[in-house]
């Protein structure tokens, strides 16, 4: 194909004019060549199996363990996205959480207290994109002992172009040429630290270990005990797993690979149609990844080094419209990949199995909701605490709440009390009042009143 089109030349040649880095080119490059023979990434279910990890609640991590890794532990908080599915033009992270704190002021706090409390230099890195960059230093800038002497705040993720699903060349859109490119997924992340040195300065600065997560989700706090445990294993990787729920069904999950006895990490665009009914058994598959991650710098340089800089994650083949809101716009082809997916590459690499606490997603305004409410506190430490016995299933009405500015104006005075709630279903268009509380399984219908008032107790079904 690229051969009659010339596509990956003109990839190229597209990266470079942009000033995209050699060794995410060569990266593309890879990938390119694997779509152009028809890889699809795809896992069977005939290659893999169910796998059986350890808890962490079962493990013992001495005080001095801990406090030593975390001692030599850099985090970085994968920072990219934008909230576009909310309604959001901005960073995600300058989402307002709580007494008027954004997800950023939290996660700085996060750290600044840890590096108090262990006495830690554990410096606190943002892989931001091209769109996020600007915003999220100006809203860290309030935070002046946040940097740590000899690193950045942020390194940038790459970019690369979106592939004409007809001919893999890169697609035009001259009406908004930011169109035509794509982040290359979060497996960029250490094509990113590589390109940009600093996977050699955090080495030369004496650190060993590395935390990442994602900023909209607060319950992955740098932790010294789960540090402490990732240093005892001498382990080169790890993911840090939660047992599915009902809610995880759809998504991605470990396995191991009958092959080699490797752990893999399958997402859904990477299951068959006919696979389908074996992603969604909570029972064989029952494990999932809070995209909290741990590995060890000496060896992810060791094998990034013996593989001239591509570490060969599985491909992840998206096809979407080149303007995703525009679904005349030509279809597409991006070239992704999933920063967990490298467990497979190394020999030895561990999960472990976290409490649901360390796993708070945000992906939608039923997300911030429950974070907004009293199902959690903020303690001095900044950690998220569930203080409800659950957390409740919320699903707001598309129509008027899938927006964060729309979703704001039904809540003028905060959220409800959910820490008493099993279920909140909104059909329709509804403003709350001061101190609502939600007792049970709560379901509004359009029909009904559009206000709830200050003080109302909802009652449900199994209150």
């Known amino acids: 194909m690229s ?6 030349e003109k990839a190229r040649a597209k990266m470079l004019d942009a000033g995209v880095d050699p060794v995410a080119i ?4 890879h990938y390119y060549r694997l779509l152009e023979h028809g890889e699809t990434g795809m896992i069977p279910e005939s290659t893999i199996e ?4 350890e808890s962490l609640a079962d493990v013992e991590v001495a005080e001095d363990v801990a406090a030593d890794a975390i001692g030599r532990t850099v985090a970085i908080k994968l920072n990219g ?5 909310m309604g959001m033009e901005r960073a995600k992270s300058l989402l307002c959480v709580r007494r008027g704190l954004s997800f950023l002021d939290i996660i700085a706090r996060q750290a600044l207290h840890l590096r108090q409390q262990y006495d830690a230099r554990l410096p606190l890195l943002f892989m931001n994109s091209f769109r996020t960059s600007a915003d999220t230093l100006d809203a860290l800038g309030r935070y002046e002992d946040l940097a740590v002497d000899g690193l950045p705040l942020e390194f940038l993720q790459n970019k690369e172009p979106k592939l004409l699903t007809s001919d893999l060349t890169p697609a035009a859109w001259p009406k908004d040429p930011d169109l035509e490119w794509c982040p290359p997924g979060h497996g960029d992340l250490y094509t990113a630290l590589r390109g940009t040195g600093l996977l050699d300065r955090l080495i030369e600065q004496g650190y060993r270990y590395v935390f990442v997560s994602n900023s909209d989700n607060l319950g992955a706090v740098p932790d010294p005990r789960v540090a402490g445990w990732f240093a005892s294993t001498g382990a080169p990787f790890a993911i840090e797993a939660v047992r599915r729920t009902a809610s995880d069904r759809k998504g991605g999950h470990f396995a191991r690979r009958k092959a080699d006895g490797r752990i893999v990490l399958r997402e859904t665009a990477q299951t068959l149609p006919e696979d389908r009914a074996a992603l969604a058994d909570l029972e064989r598959h029952r494990f999932t990844s809070t995209n909290n991650l741990w590995f060890d710098l000496h060896a992810m340089k060791a094998v990034l080094d013996g593989r001239e800089g591509i570490l060969g994650l599985p491909l992840i083949r998206n096809v979407k419209h080149v303007d995703p809101a525009d679904p005349a716009s030509p279809e597409v082809v991006q070239i992704e990949t999933a920063m967990g997916a490298a467990i497979e590459v190394f020999d030895g690499a561990r999960l472990i199995e976290v409490g649901r606490d360390r796993f708070i997603p945000v992906k939608t305004t039923n997300d911030l909701l429950v974070l907004r409410s009293d199902v959690y506190e903020i303690g001095a430490d900044f950690a998220l605490t569930q203080v409800a016995t659950d957390v409740p299933y919320v699903e707001l009405d598309a129509d008027h709440y899938k927006v964060v500015g729309e979703f704001d104006k039904r809540f003028p005075e905060g959220a409800p009390s959910l820490a008493k709630a099993t279920a909140l279903k909104v059909e329709g268009d509804w403003t709350f009042g001061h101190g609502v509380q939600v007792v049970g399984a709560v ?3 359009a029909k009904g009143a559009q206000r709830v008032p200050a003080g109302e107790v909802l009652s449900g079904s199994d209150d």
């Open 50 to 53: 169910p796998v059986d990890i």
């Open 81 to 85: 996205g934008l909230g576009t599915s």
């Open 26 to 29: 060569e990266t593309f490059a």
């Open 443 to 445: 379901e509004l219908d």
């Open 3 to 8: 051969g009659r089109s010339g596509g990956l």
